[in-house]
């Protein structure tokens, strides 16, 4: 008998020895998807820190933008990589609340751990999330605020709001307006509904301040003029772009050849000579005065003779164009480029009003502008005193232009400062009492993860976060539903007031994203590893 109960007992032991693996493994995943979204957490909002990130090579790069720290970061945990993965496709949906995104899936990935260590199943907890995304968007959508489609003034607000807490946050005055014009420089408001940010060329080049950032509506080439002596400034320019070298002729196998004599060397220089010239004539014919040539592989694009030449017949000439650039230019220029000299006629050739090399710090650009039938394109020179804040200003200029394109989307702003979240979690939490299963107990601990951006925007900003959160709380209760954390006062104050606002996409976009990484993460109870 004794000893019957003694196998039935060690047989009960085993299968709850099985049960304890994914207990494990989701301990495990969730411990370190937690530790990514707090090690991130500091550099959330205007007066977040900035990480400095230290490449093997040496290189240093100094940013807040949350996808930037976890794309460089050497993340090999599976489920931590899932949260690098969130933060990117945040970049992509949104462009904008990288960092917010991987601080709310930390959040709710704690929640379901306290839920699930109170013995609910991972599948009921799961459920309840969704249920909570789906009551959330249409609260979110109660509490916007539509867009006008003229209304350029809240697009600048909403886009200096996103460049609050870069570094280069001083120069948001600047910064913001700018890529508001780029965005309409290249959109109509009232029939676009995306906007292709493929039309904005951000160029970098050091020297200057950020403050010399500038918005150019024409082209700009980061290098000098491949004349030595020919025109640095010309108006009403022809333009051709060519796909073909004027350097003399090579065979497509290795070889040498040999000359014993000084005749067959003149000869050879001869002809050389008069290959290249006739190129130069055919091309001044045509009526060209600035050429672009894109960059060879093979050899040469251009010889030092044909310079000489192209100086002479007061060509302007700008070679090495890169292969993945050609695109943006005959975009731009509204041109096609020429392939063989046989197709450079006067019919190929574009007009624009002005080209001259003009300097940028310590080098020289070639800057067109004027250009006739031009495209909806548009350049953004970006200007910076040292390579890392250089960088830096590319990456929050992209976030700008991203928050713009948000809002074309979709016409609608949220006041900012931690006032949809606190509000999601009011309103969220009253629900849950109206239901009366475990979901309401899943559904309520939800929403008070989504405490998580306002506690940790009055953190940073070195207020007390438990008091702040209180405060806000209590003014979202009596219906001040644009109450937000004054990160600037240091107090909570009506957030609009403060033109903090940002586009509903961004807040939408990061809570579902942060809610299907961590529903996918809840489902997994074991890690396989498979060799290959």
């Not at 024409?218 to 491949?226: C, D, I, K």
């Not at 957030?495 to 809610?515: C, G, K």
Request: neutral net charge; aromatic residues 2%.
């Amino acid at each position: 008998m004794t000893n019957a109960a003694g196998d039935g007992h060690r047989a009960h032991s085993n299968v709850y020895k099985d049960k304890s693996k994914p207990q494990d493994v989701r301990s495990s995943n969730m411990t370190a998807a937690k530790g990514l979204a707090d090690a991130i957490r500091t550099s959330l909002g205007p007066k977040g820190m900035d990480k400095m990130i230290q490449k093997g090579n040496g290189e240093v790069t100094i940013t807040n933008d949350g996808a930037t720290i976890l794309q460089q970061m050497n993340v090999t945990h599976p489920a931590a990589k899932l949260l690098v993965e969130l933060s990117q496709a945040q970049d992509v949906e949104a462009g904008d609340g990288t960092t917010t995104v991987v601080i709310l899936a930390g959040a709710l990935m704690e929640a379901a751990e306290k839920l699930m260590n109170r013995g609910i199943h991972p599948t009921t907890i799961s459920d309840a999330f969704s249920i909570a995304v789906e009551k959330a968007m249409p609260i979110l959508r109660e509490m916007s605020i539509p867009l006008q489609q003229n209304d350029n003034e809240s697009l600048i607000r909403s886009a200096s709001t996103s460049l609050n807490s870069k570094v280069v946050s001083q120069h948001s005055s600047i910064l913001a307006p700018l890529a508001v014009n780029a965005v309409l420089r290249i959109t109509d408001p009232k029939k676009d509904k995306n906007v292709d940010l493929k039309d904005i060329k951000i160029i970098k080049k050091l020297g200057g301040t950020v403050e010399d950032t500038e918005l150019i509506e024409g082209l700009v080439f980061t290098q000098r003029l491949a004349n030595i002596n020919g025109p640095k400034r010309l108006e009403k320019v022809k333009i051709g772009l060519i796909q073909f070298c004027i350097s003399p002729p090579k065979t497509d196998m290795d070889h040498n050849v040999v000359i014993s004599d000084y005749a067959a060397m003149d000869r050879i220089l001869k002809e050389e000579r008069a290959y290249i010239l006739n190129i130069a004539k055919q091309i001044k014919k045509a009526g060209c005065t600035m050429l672009l040539i894109q960059k060879s592989i093979l050899r040469d694009a251009l010889s030092d003779l044909a310079i000489h030449f192209f100086d002479k017949l007061k060509i302007m000439v700008v070679k090495d164009i890169e292969r993945e650039d050609i695109d943006f230019v005959c975009k731009t220029l509204g041109c096609r480029p020429i392939a063989s000299l046989d197709h450079f006629t006067s019919e190929a050739l574009v007009s624009a009003e002005l080209a001259e090399e003009v300097s940028a710090g310590s080098s020289r650009i070639v800057k067109v502008t004027g250009i006739h039938n031009p495209a909806k394109t548009v350049t953004i020179l970006v200007r910076g005193s040292n390579n890392l804040v250089l960088e830096e200003a590319d990456r929050s200029i992209h976030d700008a232009l991203c928050v713009i394109r948000c809002l074309i989307r979709e016409r609608a702003l949220l006041p900012g400062g931690g006032a949809p979240e606190i509000e999601l979690s009011l309103r969220l939490g009253q629900h849950a009492q109206v239901l009366g299963s475990v979901e309401a107990y899943c559904l309520r601990e939800y929403a008070k993860a989504l405490e998580i951006i306002p506690y940790t925007l009055a953190e940073n900003a070195g207020l007390n976060p438990v008091a702040t959160v209180t405060e806000l709380r209590n003014k979202h209760v009596h219906g001040q539903t644009s109450a937000g954390i004054n990160v600037r006062k240091g107090q909570v104050t009506d957030i609009l007031e403060e033109n903090v606002l940002q586009p509903m996409l961004v807040t939408a976009s990061a809570i579902t994203l942060a809610t299907e990484t961590v529903r996918s993460i809840l489902k997994i109870d074991d890690i396989l590893n498979v060799a290959h």
